[in-house]
T-cell receptor
Framework: DAGVIQSPRHEVTEMGQEVTLRCKPI?????LFWYRQTMMRGLELLIY????????DSGMPEDRFSAKMPNASFSTLKIQPSEPRDSAVYFC??????????FGPGTRLTVL | GQSLEQPSEVTAVEGAIVQINCTYQ??????LSWYQQHDGGAPTFLSY????GLEETGRFSSFLSRSDSYGYLLLQELQMKDSASYFC??????????FGKGTTLSVSS
């Protein structure tokens, strides 16, 4: 299995631009999670989906953040407009059970 | 509120044994997970405890006491490659994970 796939791996953009992060979960997994990791705040859950339906988006910091999962094999996290404080590593993870989540390699986002 | 407490740093030498403690206070609890993250890498699953007691997986063991809201990760026969950050995470209802801030383990020769 290829594992969770994320793209791009690195993104550098300017403040005010739209950023779209992409994730392909492991085939057969019915849960998908988006996390953000910074030195200050650690690893934070932003939103998660079950069977393509958003279950909990209480971690999404602001309306500038949105996430979609149009099908079982694809999800996006969009930031519009981006701000420097959004700079972080964004991880996507998937699971089919309550105990084990498999993380993708992450997208390192830098907003100038 | 929800909180998980774990030490920020631990140092040890090769071959030693290290215990990383985690105390938690959360609403909704199904179990305690441990993840390892090397610099620049992604978190990877190590272990999961849903019931009280010790779970052993090779050189790593994890313990949970639900009545004390406490768990620990025990790493034996430390190797240089074990230098990484270790996160405890509470599994809440619906599979969401709440992570602690992580413990940076440095293993020296």
């Amino acid at each position: 299995d290829a594992g969770v796939i994320q793209s791009p791996r690195h993104e550098v953009t300017e403040m005010g631009q739209e950023v779209t992060l992409r994730c392909k979960p492991i085939s057969g997994h019915d849960y998908l999670f988006w996390y953000r990791q910074t030195m200050m705040r650690g690893l934070e859950l932003l939103i998660y989906f079950n069977n393509n339906v958003p279950i909990d988006d209480s971690g999404m910091p602001e309306d500038r953040f949105s996430a979609k999962m149009p099908n079982a094999s694809f999800s996006t996290l969009k930031i519009q407009p981006s701000e420097p404080r959004d700079s972080a590593v964004y991880f996507c993870a998937s699971s089919s059970a309550r105990d084990t989540q498999y993380f993708g390699p992450g997208t390192r986002l830098t907003v100038l | 509120g929800q909180s998980l407490e774990q030490p920020s740093e631990v140092t040890a030498v090769e071959g030693a044994i290290v215990q990383i403690n985690c105390t938690y206070q959360t609403s909704g609890f199904y179990g305690l997970s441990w993840y390892q993250q090397h610099d620049g890498g992604a978190p990877t699953f190590l272990s999961y405890n849903a019931l009280d007691g010790l779970e052993e997986t090779g050189r790593f063991s994890s313990f949970l006491s639900r009545s004390d809201s406490y768990g620990y990760l025990l790493l034996q026969e430390l190797q240089m490659k074990d230098s990484a950050s270790y996160f405890c995470a509470v599994n809440q209802a619906g599979t969401a994970l709440i992570f602690g801030k992580g413990t940076t383990l440095s293993v020296s020769s």
